[in-house]
């Protein structure tokens, strides 16, 4: 799991839990952000640590059920979110 820092509408900074480090996110993930069930086919452009810069590579989906793997949603962006997607 991690932890959304920054989002905009071309990708998003995140921070990996539990002191993992960045370095072991493969190249291409599927970021999935719960309180919107939005999902994001994305490429990791930097890695820094335990934290990661993700480039959005497709626009966002609708997802009805969570994906396995969980990126989770800093509470402060939550706003941005919604006005990016209209919610």
Do not use: H, W
């Not at 539990?18 to 939005?38: H, K, Q, W």
């Not at 800093?74 to 997607?85: E, G, H, L, V």
């Amino acid at each position: 799991p991690c932890t959304v820092l920054d989002i905009s509408s071309t990708g998003l900074s995140l921070e990996t839990k539990n002191g993992s480090p960045a370095s072991g996110l493969p190249d291409t993930i599927t970021v999935y952000i719960p309180n919107e069930n939005v999902q994001y086919d994305s490429t990791v452009i930097r890695r820094d640590g335990n934290q990661a810069g993700v480039k959005f590579t497709a626009p966002p989906r609708m997802v009805a059920k969570q994906p396995k793997r969980l990126v989770k949603q800093a509470p402060q962006k939550k706003s941005m979110i919604r006005s990016m997607f209209g919610k």
